[in-house]
C-alpha cells in the first residue's frame, strides 16, 4: 500500500514569494496533521483534520500560514508570503480514528523548504 | 504544554550493546507512543502502550511506562548500526492531538 505522498520534496524559493505543500494521505485514513521539525523548536504540529474538517488550528504560526483540506484525499499547506523563518521540514501524516491520539500517525518524508 | 520530554539527547553505543532511551511527561495520558526517524525521513511508527499497560514488546524493542512516574523507556536489545536514528516519544495534547519531544539521537558503531 501507498504510504503518505508529499511534494514537492525540496523546495528553494525567495522570499515574498508563495509556497504551497502537498499532501495525499493513506486512502481509508481520516485525520490529517501538518507538521514543521526545525533543529531549534523540533517536531510542531501546525494544524489537524478530521473528516476534511480543520479541528486545531492553534499551531499554525500566523495568517501567512492557511492549510485546507478539499476531500479526503488531499490537502494543502500555503504560506502566503513566505520568509527566511519560514525555512523547515514540513510533514503530513495521517491516522485513522478521530485524532485522539489512540492510533499511529503515518508520516510522509516531508518537505524540506528554504526561502532565500 | 503537554509533550513527552527525552532523555538523553544523544546517546552512542557499539553494536551489539543496548539503548536505552526515557521520556518523561507532566499530566495524565492515555498512551503514549515511541516513533523513529532516519535522516531525512518521516517519523515511523514504532510501539503504542496504553495507561494500563506497564510493558510490551516489539522484536528487539521493549517499552516500559510507569505512570506514578509520569516516564516511559525504549529499550533496543542488541543494537544494529541501522537502529542508527533519532527517536521520540510522543504524548497526548488536551485529548485531541499528539505533542512530540525534542527526540534522542541514537548512533550505533559498527
New interface residues.
Given amino acids: 500500500d501507498a504510504g503518505v505522498i508529499q511534494s514537492p520534496r525540496h523546495e528553494v524559493t525567495e522570499m515574498g514569494q508563495e509556497v504551497t505543500l502537498r499532501c495525499k494521505p493513506i486512502s481509508g485514513h481520516n485525520s490529517l496533521f501538518w507538521y514543521r521539525q526545525t533543529m531549534m523548536r523540533g517536531l510542531e504540529l501546525l494544524i489537524y483534520f478530521n473528516n476534511n474538517v480543520p479541528i486545531d488550528d492553534s499551531g499554525m504560526p500566523e495568517d501567512r500560514f492557511s492549510a485546507k483540506m478539499p476531500n479526503a484525499s488531499f490537502s494543502t499547506l500555503k504560506i502566503q508570503p513566505s520568509e527566511p523563518r519560514d525555512s523547515a521540514v514540513y510533514f503530513c501524516a495521517s491516522s485513522l480514528g478521530s485524532g485522539s491520539g489512540n492510533q499511529p500517525q503515518h508520516f510522509g518524508d516531508g518537505t524540506r523548504l528554504s526561502i532565500l | 504544554s503537554q509533550q513527552g520530554e527525552e532523555d538523553p539527547q544523544a546517546l552512542s553505543i557499539q553494536e551489539g550493546e543496548n539503548a536505552t532511551m526515557n521520556c518523561s511527561y507532566k499530566t495524565s495520558i ?2 503514549l ?1 515511541w516513533y523513529r526517524q532516519n535522516s ?6 514504532l510501539i ?1 502502550i496504553r495507561s494500563n499497560e506497564r510493558e510490551k514488546h516489539s522484536g528487539r524493542l521493549r517499552v516500559t511506562l510507569d505512570t506514578s512516574k509520569k516516564s516511559s523507556s525504549l529499550l533496543i536489545t542488541a543494537s544494529r548500526a541501522a537502529d542508527t536514528a533519532s527517536y ?1 516519544c ?3 495534547h ?10 534522542t539521537r541514537l548512533t550505533v558503531k559498527p
Fill in positions: 492515555n498512551n507512543q531525512g525521513r518521516g517519523l515511523v511508527h503504542l521520540f510522543a504524548v497526548l488536551n485529548n485531541n492531538d499528539m505533542r512530540f519531544g525534542a527526540g
